[in-house]
């Protein structure tokens, strides 16, 4: 069932290198500026991956800026996850963080199990169709939750 957009949402997994920032940016492509979006990561050791760049960019989706951050890093930047209607967290490890930062917080912490594509594939086509199917599994979960894009 479409729900209204959120006024601001933050998609959270592991490192915030390929599936948050992907959704952050497959949000803002659909949605434009109807809601506030940004990403995090239980983590933020590693850069915004290739591939995730490439798969974006095929369905107009641009990544390549994106750094990534962690909650921790986050919240010594006085960035109040307080702030947000919704946390979208896209990894098990990233939905028990978000739970637990966010225990004392009156918002939603969504779970959509998004495959982890950084380690299926053995040949660049092959690792290229498995970050495309997370891409489109991200894609389905947004457009089934806010309806088909707005732009």
């Known amino acids: 069932m479409v729900q209204p957009l959120p006024q601001a949402v933050l998609f959270?997994?592991?490192?915030n290198a390929?599936?948050?920032p992907m959704a952050e940016g497959i949000m803002k492509h659909f949605y434009g500026t109807a809601t506030?979006?940004?990403?995090?990561?239980?983590?933020?050791?590693?850069?915004i991956d290739g591939f995730a760049i490439a798969v974006c960019k095929e369905i107009g989706v641009e990544v390549?800026?994106?750094?990534?951050?962690?909650?921790d890093e986050m919240q010594r930047l006085g960035d109040d996850l307080g702030s947000f209607d919704m946390i979208v967290a896209l990894s098990p490890a990233s939905q028990r963080r978000a739970l637990d930062l966010t225990r004392f917080y009156h918002l939603t912490v969504d779970y959509w199990p998004i495959m982890d594509p950084t380690a299926i594939g053995e040949t660049r086509e092959q690792k290229l169709n498995?970050?495309?199917?997370?891409?489109?599994?991200?894609?389905a979960h947004v457009t089934d939750r806010w309806g088909p894009p707005q732009r």
């Open 12 to 15: 959270c997994c592991d490192h």
């Open 18 to 20: 390929v599936r948050s």
């Open 36 to 47: 506030y979006v940004q990403s995090a990561g239980v983590h933020n050791d590693l850069e």
């Open 64 to 71: 390549s800026r994106h750094r990534s951050r962690s909650f």
């Open 130 to 139: 498995a970050y495309r199917q997370c891409r489109d599994q991200i894609i």
